[in-house]
């Protein structure tokens, strides 16, 4: 990590200054009466987002959140590989790691085919296939992931704190009439002691409901979750247990033969332990909550389902009985089909978002309910900044809607087939319906990548390339998240991933891998001669006057030869930029194959070794663009599609 760049400072680097703009601070209990970005809801959408604008000391976040205080006790704990690539860039992965269960291997069990009314272990798996990810799968109460955030958003510039006991009443969109910029009126209304019933208004530019299933921001849209149900009903409960099952502290799917199915979630702590448990069918007119079922029933259930082994609950931590179903939302923001057309004034841009739970559901089988929630607001808050801080247009907020919807409706997709599959008895003679134990297995590994969350891809837009120059690297597909791999730094031999650069910090990176053709270095210096100087050049275009050179494209070169073979004072001027007050330069801008650790990044990538690429990567890490080395104006006119010129 850098600090010092705008003089030496002592303490944590991780605590920023507090803004000299007294009104921006937001660590009050009192909410203003006009901010730029007004948050619903402090789950894991929400707070992901909170965290991210809290990066931008110019933009005015608050978020609210109708529960008294911070969330104790989760009930999302799954946390995929994705999801611990973007923790990476808020800076608290490891926090993570340390603190979680890492979920290495998953094991399945069946009926026994000596005795079928007892199980037997069938087969295990490796549940994430090498190389898939740096980062582990990994299994942590959602409230530390909460912790985390708040951390970061209580030690930045703003100093952002939840305002906790508001809840949403009504919201009301006139852009025509308010002329000052904060078309978006919302109504709160106190919950906490004393304060019950008091009123507040907040005027925003943006609003973005974060506030679950049964979000009010949803609803004074006029928005539903259209779905359906599946009927089912699946109980889950964190208990601490004694047991002779030998699999307690591996992730395992047991399939009886009479008794229907539970899904065995080992917890941080090394004793916790959480259970999911099928439950009877409902009849298409019944709902959960009339079955009235207590823990009793799912503890018994879920010893029924392990016979012939013991299973001893000494302690409850947590439980829950759901239904399944799977429901999503037409948009996730305010505009109507027919203002999207705008055939006479263009369309309408938007100012209010849903995420999360709030415009799509599922069931938490797969593991992805918390993981897609913050991958949307991810999505969502470099774009919002892009546009607060003027380096975008408005319209770059219609691609939230467009790109969140599709990963969210193949989701639901997998979701109903992998809940279904959970749900359906074992196939015997009774049930000749039922599904195979194998089958149940070989889907499992086949959809491993989308469980790990490394399988969502943007489809081409405004944002992604046609893909026509895929070929430049084909382990960087076009609108997949940028895959990392080993590198070491020039300046100091640090050895590295290369995608750790990418911090949440709302800037795009640009990574320049060299070729080794007659003059290896020729194309990467023309390329830093024309970002340095040309007319057209997306560095002086875009960046803001009196703002450092990697304020919005952060430019990072990667050759293949040996750290010890090339030398830094032979690297462009480009690479080695002034910064800061003091004009400090930045040394870590340049790297080179891990060929001593033999993970050479150009192979593991599939990068052009003769004539290198240039891999565009979004601020919320997806592939954006492939493009040859030299090919400056395609460069530059990718970035005046998304940025605004500056100069």
Same mark, same amino acid.
């Given at each position: ?14 605590? *920023? ?10 660590d009050?209990d ?43 006790l ?9 999801? =611990? $690539? ?25 009926p026994?085919p ?8 069938s ?95 949803r ?37 009886s ?19 999911y ?7 298409? /007119? ?44 037409? @948009? ?8 999207? $057309?705008?055939?006479?004034t ?12 709030a ?14 929630? =913050?991958?949307?607001?991810?999505n ?38 992998? *809940? ?9 003679? $009774? ?14 590994l ?6 790990a ?10 944002l ?27 300046? /100091?031999?640090r ?31 023309d390329?830093? $001669?024309?970002?340095q ?13 009196? @703002? ?22 032979? =690297? ?12 400090? =330069? ?62």
């Amino acid at each position: 990590m850098q600090f010092h760049l705008n003089g030496f400072r002592t303490g944590d680097p991780d605590i *920023a200054d507090p803004t000299r703009d007294e009104a921006a601070l937001a660590d009050s209990d009192r909410l203003p009466e006009e901010v730029d970005v007004l948050i619903v809801g402090c789950g894991p959408a929400g707070l992901t987002l909170a965290a991210q604008l809290a990066a931008f000391p110019d933009i005015r976040t608050r978020i609210v959140d109708q529960k008294p205080g911070p969330l104790q006790l989760g009930q999302a704990d799954g946390i995929a590989c994705r999801t =611990m $690539e973007m923790f990476n860039a808020f800076g608290f992965a490891e926090k993570v790691a340390r603190e979680a269960y890492w979920v290495n291997e998953t094991t399945f069990w069946k009926p026994d085919p000596a005795g079928p009314e007892k199980i037997a272990r069938s087969g295990r798996v490796q549940d994430v296939e090498d190389g898939l990810s740096e980062f582990p799968h990994v299994i942590l109460n959602q409230a530390r992931v909460h912790d985390f955030y708040l951390e970061i958003m209580k030690n930045a510039p703003n100093r952002l704190e939840p305002n906790y006991s508001r809840r949403v009443t009504a919201l009301e969109i006139d852009v025509a009439a308010r002329e000052d910029g904060h078309p978006v009126t919302v109504h709160l209304e106190r919950t906490g002691p004393d304060r019950e019933c008091e009123g507040e208004i907040v005027h925003a530019k943006y609003v973005v409901g974060c506030d679950g299933a049964r979000s009010m921001v949803r609803k004074c849209l006029g928005r539903d979750l259209k779905g359906e149900a599946a009927n089912q009903a699946w109980g889950v409960m964190d208990v601490l247990a004694v047991t002779d099952f030998p699999d307690i502290r591996y992730k395992a799917l047991v399939q009886s033969a009479a008794e229907g199915s539970i899904l065995i979630i080992p917890r941080e702590g090394g004793y916790l332990v959480r259970i999911y448990v099928e439950l009877d069918k409902l009849r298409p /007119d019944e709902r959960v909550a009339g079955r009235n079922i207590g823990v009793d029933h799912l503890i018994q259930a879920a010893r029924r389902i392990l016979h012939p082994f013991t299973f001893d609950v000494k302690e409850v931590a947590w439980w829950s009985v759901y239904e399944i179903g799977q429901r999503l939302c037409d @948009r996730f923001d305010d505009v109507t089909e027919a203002e999207l $057309e705008g055939e006479e004034t263009g369309p309408r841009l938007p100012h209010v978002f849903i995420a999360g739970d709030a415009c799509h559901t599922h069931s938490p089988k797969a593991g992805q309910g918390m993981n897609v929630s =913050m991958q949307d607001t991810f999505n969502l808050g470099w774009k919002l900044a892009h546009v607060l801080t003027g380096l975008s247009g408005p319209e770059l907020l219609h691609s939230y809607s467009a790109e969140r919807q599709d990963i969210a409706r193949n989701l639901i997709d997998f979701d109903r087939d992998w *809940a279904r599959m959970l749900s359906a008895p074992v196939k015997s003679a $009774e049930t000749p319906d039922g599904v195979e134990p194998e089958e149940v297995r070989k889907y499992f590994l086949r959809h491993g990548r989308y469980t790990a969350g490394t399988a969502s891809r943007y489809r081409s837009s405004v944002l992604t390339g046609t893909g026509t120059h895929q070929h430049l690297a084909t382990g960087c597909p076009l609108g997949m998240r940028f895959h990392s791999a080993p590198v070491v730094r020039l300046a /100091d031999a640090r050895r590295m991933h290369l995608g750790h650069t990418i911090t949440a910090d709302g800037r795009w990176r640009v990574f320049a891998f060299a070729g080794n053709s007659m003059s290896p270095h020729a194309a990467l210096a023309d390329l830093c $001669e024309f970002l340095q100087t040309a007319p057209g050049s997306p560095i002086l275009r875009h960046t803001p006057p009196g @703002r450092d050179v990697d304020a919005v494209i952060d430019v990072r070169a990667i050759f293949q030869q040996s750290h010890r073979d090339i030398g830094i004072e032979k =690297m462009p001027a480009f690479l080695l930029p002034e910064k800061g007050r003091h004009g400090l =330069m930045d040394y870590e801008k340049i790297f080179c194959a891990d060929q001593p650790g033999g993970a050479d990044i150009f192979d593991l990538r599939g990068i052009d070794r003769a004539n290198g690429c240039l891999v565009i990567v979004r601020p919320d890490q997806y592939v954006a663009e492939l493009l040859p080395l030299t090919a400056h104006s395609d460069l530059a006119a990718f970035f005046d599609r998304v940025l605004l010129r500056q100069t």
